[in-house]
């Protein structure tokens, strides 16, 4: 029966693509597929083709993929990415640039018709609202404020970049799994309504999209995590996926990590909402019917995934300029290290009002007793800490505000309470964003969807 | 016996716009029924109500001994509008191990410690 295997590439923008090496290698892959977009990095690049229009795609592309062409090519692996972003032509002419300096070759593939942020009028006089998907707000509240908007494109445009014979596929916003399903879908020949099979797809296309945590990295644990082995050399995940649907997930032997149905049911769920419904562009999955048979070794096997018919709808996420964060950050030692804080959080505050600044949006937070725990911190432990930082963080719409916020921290140091130690300058105004989550019907986005291959 | 979820389950956390979602896994079935008991709506809304200012959501699956926890507007409004350390919400699993439920002694987990 005909298989194909499929390795994790990239989980986010700034991810490591050094574990990907050993997955070529010996892992006996036949693509990567690799995630390079969450849900805002679209917004990071937004900001990066405002200062350069040639700019707006995950840049790290370039050199991973300058790095691990010519052994991919000599076991003819292809590349699936997303990296694109919101300029996926100007990620292949990057690449293609680095690939003619080092006389490499590849047919390169490029995916667009996600982006609908200069067709915002267009699809409304279409009928589509695009109404906030939560709280059904209405989009002219934020519509002069928009950055960026897309749709989640499903594996059918890549199947069709590697039927025209690309090695690597370099697309816009996808949905995460549909870098793993398109492959599968090229490979396999599965129909575009064997909703079962494409539902396995799915599952293995969301246990890969986040590198190496479905293979033991951040295995949300109290001591169970520390029994996984060699993260230095963690390998990320594999998938060998059956003609019939049934895929086997593992790693590249010899490397570090573990895959086991405890650290692929973490993956599994992962920013998940209904388990018995999740969308995605090609098929909704059902996992209350998934079996995990976990052999040991790094080898587990999935069968069972339920899928229902694609939905008439894409989704769409768009990003909006939504105010700016001022921080000040400043430590203390033992003893009295919270109550120093808090001291210092009340002169701050202090402050901020005597300039008439807004006081009512100032969030604070005490590093090494509650900036992670919160309210379910041990109140125990809050006055015998050996150390404690005050976090401090406001939202304004005035981004002089937010720039001043930071600048009130220093002048603690001489004036306020003792043993302040660790500041290391003053931090500038972040830029906050909206998440405009919505659907559009999606015949109104796929006739838009072009792929083109060009060979450098 | 009051037991901290901590002891005898593993968990992941994540963000979706404004909603922190959590998986909670049993190691074990007698556990899971334990849970899927104990690890209330209602429970849970008083365990997050610093930061979970929607409604709770609880999806049971047999086949994975896991419950799937949804946490409804508990991102101060999603992730690159928050003004919390923890913007993504990823300490929100650490925060619910922290939950103690009434467990049987004799859960395999404890049993062998």
């Known amino acids: ?456 | 016996m009051k037991v901290g979820l901590w002891r005898i389950a593993h968990a992941r956390s994540g963000d979706k716009a404004d909603r922190a979602d959590i998986g909670l896994f049993a190691y074990d079935a007698p556990t899971y029924d334990v849970l899927k008991r104990e690890v209330t709506r209602e429970r849970l809304a008083a365990h997050f109500s610093d930061i979970c200012k929607g409604p709770v959501e609880i999806y049971p699956l047999d086949n994975l001994l896991a419950l799937k926890i949804v946490l409804n507007a508990a991102l101060q409004g999603g992730a690159a509008r928050s003004l919390r350390m923890d913007n993504l919400g990823k300490a929100v699993a650490a925060q619910l191990l922290r939950m103690e439920i009434e467990a049987p002694s004799d859960l395999p987990r404890l049993a062998r410690a």
């Open chain 1, 1 to 456: 029966m005909k298989s194909v295997r499929i390795g994790a590439g990239l989980g986010f923008y700034g991810d490591s693509w050094r574990p990907i090496r050993a997955s070529i290698e010996s892992g006996g892959v036949n693509y990567i597929a690799s995630d390079h977009l969450a849900e805002l990095t679209l917004a990071i690049l937004q900001k990066d083709r405002q200062k350069d229009p040639a700019a707006g795609y995950a840049r790290d592309c370039v050199p991973m993929l300058t790095e691990l062409r010519p052994l991919a090519a000599a076991r003819g692996v292809k590349f699936v990415m997303n990296a694109g972003g919101l300029n996926p032509h100007g990620a292949r002419e990057a690449v293609s640039r680095a690939f003619r300096e080092k006389g490499y070759r590849a047919k390169i593939a490029v995916v667009t018709g996600d982006s609908i942020s200069e067709r915002i009028d267009e699809l409304q006089s279409e009928g589509e609202a695009l109404a906030h998907m939560d709280t059904g707000a209405d989009m002219a509240g934020v519509r002069e404020k928009l950055l960026f908007a897309n749709a989640y494109l499903g594996a059918a445009p890549i199947a069709e970049a590697l039927a025209k014979g690309a090695d690597i596929v370099i697309t816009g916003r996808v949905a995460d799994a549909a870098l793993s399903l398109g492959p599968l879908m090229h490979e396999l020949g599965w129909r575009w309504d064997d909703w079962d099979r494409l539902a396995q797809g799915l599952t293995v296309g969301h246990l890969l999209e986040c590198s190496g945590q479905a293979s033991g990295g951040n295995f949300g644990s109290a001591g169970e995590w520390a029994k996984v082995q060699n993260f230095l050399h963690l390998g990320y995940p594999i998938a060998e996926v059956s003609e019939d649907g049934a895929a086997l997930l593992t790693k590249a032997p010899g490397t570090g990590g573990k895959v086991s149905f405890d650290t692929l049911r973490q993956q599994l769920l992962y920013e998940v909402h209904d388990p018995h419904a999740y969308y995605s562009p090609d098929v909704v999955l059902d996992m209350g019917t998934l079996d995990f048979d976990d052999r040991g070794n790094d080898e587990v096997r999935i069968t069972g995934a339920g899928g229902a018919k694609r939905p008439d709808t894409l989704k769409v996420v768009a990003g909006y300029h939504d105010g700016w964060m001022g921080t000040g950050q400043i430590g203390f030692s033992w003893p009295d290290a919270y109550l120093k804080c808090e001291t210092s959080a009340n002169i701050i505050k202090g402050l901020a009002a005597e300039r008439g600044w807004p006081t009512n949006d100032i969030h604070v937070e005490y590093i090494g007793y509650n900036s992670l725990l919160g309210a379910n911190a041990d109140p125990a432990q809050r006055d015998n800490l050996n150390e404690c930082f005050l976090r401090m963080t406001m939202r304004t719409t005035d981004k002089r505000i937010a720039e001043g916020f930071g600048r009130l921290f220093p002048w603690l140091g001489l004036s306020g309470p003792p043993y302040a130690g660790g500041f290391h300058g003053i931090q500038r105004a972040k830029e906050l964003l909206g998440l405009w989550p919505t659907l559009v019907r999606r015949d109104l986005i796929e006739p838009r969807v072009a792929v083109d291959v060009e060979a450098v």
